[in-house]
């Protein structure tokens, strides 16, 4: 594909970042954001501020978003003023958010009714990966329609993956994310019991680390447990979040998880107790003072 005018939507720090890469690269790039600090560094940097998703979708080769949620996603796509009323025909739409893949699904179906084509992209690595295009981009999507991106998936990502059909790719970021958050917390809560049973937290680690349980996951969390640093750089809420959906999909799915469900309920309470905003780790907190 020869350089297409971007569209992008979500200005948050991924977002803003992936944004400020594309621009580097000499992309013409079309915003919006309900935060207009963050459209005015767009802009400032020669990006055009849009009114609408709807105006945005007109004007724009490839749609991409980085938004919060699905429901948030679903806004911005079905609104009388969305991206379904301004879509034009060969555009593609990228969702770099982690989403219900029965909603992509959803949504896909109705952009191709368009003439359009969607892919789900969730990412992988930090706002600094975003930046400097290094993220990890878990694609899916008509293979064709990949292939037609591939080139600006590339000035994003180091390592950019094609996963299958739609809505794959937002089905394994949900699987990562379930294996990931379950595990953080599960190691968040054995320094939390290792400290109410008088067993000293970095003892914990060395032995834990010493086999087969030793993990990045398990840095982060004694990180946090033993040392104070918070610096896994994902939030509770988020996390809280992620695993909501992967149970969605579980119902969509017939089955269950017991060990999602379990995690979840705990993350749900860390969030109605104020602590969304703190990294994952930081549910140690929580766990410690936990009583039956």
């Known amino acids: 594909m020869s350089q297409p005018t971007i569209g992008f939507i979500g200005l948050g720090l991924m977002g803003g970042n992936m944004v400020e890469n594309l621009q580097r690269k000499n992309y013409s790039v079309n915003v919006l954001d309900l935060n207009p600090e963050a459209v005015g560094v767009c802009v400032a940097r020669g990006a055009s501020a849009m009114s609408s998703a709807k105006e945005l979708a007109e004007k724009s080769d490839i749609i991409m978003l980085c938004l919060t949620t699905s429901t948030i996603v679903e806004k911005v796509m079905y609104a009388d003023d ?6 034009q025909s060969g555009t593609i739409v990228i969702d770099y ?3 219900v893949p029965s909603s992509t699904r959803r ?7 368009k003439g359009a084509d969607m892919i789900d992209a969730p990412l992988g690595r930090t706002p600094a990966h975003a930046k ?6 878990m694609a899916a999507g008509d293979l064709a329609v990949y292939e037609r991106a591939l080139p600006i998936l590339k000035d994003q990502g180091e390592n950019v993956f094609h996963l299958g059909p739609l809505g794959a790719g937002h089905t394994t970021k949900l699987i990562n994310n379930f294996m990931g958050m379950t595990t953080v917390c599960a190691m968040s809560q ?3 019991v290792a400290e109410r049973a008088g067993v000293d937290g970095q003892q914990l680690f060395d032995i834990m680390s010493a086999g087969p349980s030793n993990s990045p996951f398990m840095q ?3 990180n946090y447990a033993v040392d104070g640093v918070s610096d896994l750089g994902f939030s509770i809420a988020n996390a809280n979040k992620d695993l909501g959906y992967f149970l969605a999909m579980l119902e969509d799915l017939d089955t269950e998880s017991k060990i999602a469900s379990g995690a979840s309920s705990y993350l749900q309470v860390a969030v109605e107790q104020g602590m969304g905003s703190g990294n994952v780790p930081e549910i140690f907190d ?3 003072t936990l009583n039956k």
């Open 82 to 87: 969305g991206i379904l009323a301004g879509i």
């Open 97 to 99: 958010g982690t989403s």
């Open 107 to 113: 949504i896909g179906a109705d952009i191709k009714a």
């Open 132 to 137: 400097d295009g290094l993220l990890n981009i």
């Open 190 to 192: 054995a320094f939390a």
């Open 220 to 222: 982060f969390c004694k």
């Open 286 to 288: 929580y766990f410690r």
